[in-house]
């Protein structure tokens, strides 16, 4: 009764492990965060959600990320005095909240030649599709079956243990 109950429970967790998966998003896929990119095409037909997180990476001192409204970022210019950019080149932004986003880069004229970014983050309900992008589809699809082949492999391991 006891394998039975665990049985049961493996095979649970294996149908849910792969819906909690996030998944994570380079700006830019393999261009980054950088001049000539348009990232209003990059943005279309990703589904952001809740859980997933935004990398933006790019060479520091040449580029930045600032978060910005949705006024700002039709200006081009931050009206927050207070905000500072993030300037690491390599910046993980975890989308926390549904909504709205707005990015730019505050350097010279950046975000005036298209270094700006607008996203809508969607709560977190069921699995998040796939990413467009063949980079980014297969990374999420590496992830997703990597998790699910240890789960087996774990589930496999127990089973040997109780049976032996």
Same mark, same amino acid.
């Given at each position: ?7 049961? !429970?493996? $095979? ?10 996030? @998944? ?19 943005? %279309? ?19 930045? &990320?600032?978060? &910005? ?6 200006? /081009?210019?931050?009206?927050? =005095? !207070?905000?500072? +950019? ?6 993980? $932004? +975890?989308?926390? !909240? ?5 990015? $730019? /880069? @505050? $350097?010279? %004229?950046? /975000? ?10 969607? =709560? ?10 063949? !980079? ?5 699809? %590496? &992830?997703?079956?990597?998790?699910? /082949? &240890? ?5 496999? =391991? ?5 049976? =032996?």
């Amino acid at each position: 009764m006891a394998l039975r109950a665990f049985l049961i !429970t493996i $095979i649970v967790a294996l149908v849910a492990a792969p819906a909690a998966v996030a @998944t994570d998003y380079m700006v830019g896929d393999n261009s980054g965060w950088t001049l000539g990119v348009n990232y209003t095409a990059w943005a %279309e037909g990703k589904d952001f959600r809740v859980g997933d997180t935004i990398m933006f990476m790019y060479k520091p001192g040449v580029h930045n &990320v600032m978060k &910005v409204n949705g006024s700002d970022f039709q200006k /081009c210019a931050s009206s927050n =005095a !207070t905000a500072v +950019p993030r300037t690491t080149g390599n910046d993980v $932004i +975890p989308l926390a !909240t549904p909504g709205k986003r707005w990015y $730019i /880069c @505050t $350097i010279g %004229e950046h /975000c005036s030649k298209g270094m700006k970014l607008v996203i809508t983050v969607s =709560a977190a309900e069921g699995p998040s599709p796939a990413p467009s992008s063949a !980079t980014s589809a297969a990374t999420g699809a %590496e &992830v997703s079956a990597l998790r699910s /082949c &240890v789960w087996v492999l774990a589930a496999m =391991a127990a089973y040997k243990m109780i049976m =032996a």
